[in-house]
């Protein structure tokens, strides 16, 4: 009974120690990704792509395997900051497995560097055995440094009021240019002008999930937009940004776009209004910030669904 007493515990020690380490990967924001790569599909198979779905497979899990990169380079590189943050939120200030001592700096270092070889060898799989080109490597190596370089120094691009725009452009735009990249061999005006408002949405986002680490990154050196700019020129950026976001989405029609995309673009309107109202006058406030936050998250993953379901339905 002793010995049985023993294993129960152990066992009860190797889950909790495998899911702390999988909740430092921040599981939970991955599906954007996927949503990402299956517009990029999407929008190849409306232009009349056949798509090889080995190609798809092999290069989802290269950019999965370069986000978690990405959420355990984060998770160690931002330890002393997220020590600091007194009011943490469900979607903000890293997931905390650090922050409880669950595990080492070393731990997520070491995964991350794991992952970008996942996502090299996918590369290489990729190039090499599918065949999908020059720009395969390059692409897959640019997004590995990036995913380095946005937390980790000496770069440390999030500390440098340049995280924000670089995570737009690299996620919003640069997944589904990946996705639909290696498919065709080429890119399109119509996946280029298709993602211009996902760009906007997703920076906005980034300004809005900063509220709560705030105090904290300026108490470590950790530059942000928010820190650099202060709440009143945040708020009005984030404004300027989901406005942009609309205005591209009308500049759509004007490049010959089905009307069903900026149309279900436009049924996010509702949340965009209200979410640059809080983020306006709301976001002095601790209280406010999770919701702030979330709807954050919550317009950009909309609007990123609303095109794929436009661009599907356009092939029924």
């Known amino acids: 009974m002793h010995r049985d007493g023993e294993t129960l515990i152990s066992m009860k020690r190797l889950i909790s120690t495998v899911l702390a380490f999988v909740a430092l990967g921040r599981p939970l924001f991955l599906g954007g990704g996927v949503l990402l790569y299956a517009l990029g599909l999407a929008i190849a198979l409306y232009e009349g792509v056949r798509l090889n779905w080995a190609i798809a497979l092999v290069g989802q899990v290269g950019v999965t395997a370069v986000q978690l990169a990405t959420h355990y380079f984060n998770d160690a590189w931002d330890l002393e900051t997220d020590l600091l943050v007194a009011r943490p939120t469900f979607w903000t200030s890293g997931s905390r ?44 190596g640019l997004c590995a440094f990036v995913a380095w370089a946005y937390s980790a120094p000496p770069l440390r691009l999030i500390g440098r009021g340049l995280g924000e725009g670089t995570t737009a452009l690299m996620v919003a735009g640069g997944v589904p240019l990946v996705a639909y990249s290696l498919q065709t061999g080429s890119v399109s005006d119509t996946l280029l002008l298709a993602t211009l408002p996902l760009i906007a949405f997703l920076f ?113």
């Open 97 to 140: 497995v650090l922050v409880r001592g669950q595990f080492p700096r070393s731990v997520p270092l070491a995964a991350g560097w794991a992952f970008i070889a996942v996502a090299l060898t996918c590369a290489c799989i990729l190039r090499w055995v599918l065949h999908t080109g020059q720009h395969t490597l390059p692409a897959y």
């Open 204 to 316: 906005a986002m980034t300004l809005a999930i900063e509220f709560p680490d705030e105090a904290a990154d300026a108490a470590t050196g950790k530059r942000t937009l928010l820190v650099r700019l202060g709440h009143r020129r945040i708020a009005r950026m984030h404004a300027a940004a989901l406005a942009l976001a609309y205005l591209a989405a009308l500049g759509l029609l004007w490049a010959g776009f089905p009307s069903l995309v900026p149309a279900f673009l436009f049924l996010s309107l509702p949340l965009a209004a209200w979410q640059a109202w809080a983020v306006a006058h709301e976001a002095a406030r601790p209280a406010a910030w999770s919701g702030i936050a979330f709807r954050g998250i919550a317009l950009f993953v909309a609007a990123s669904a609303l095109q794929l379901a436009a661009f599907a339905l356009q092939m029924l």
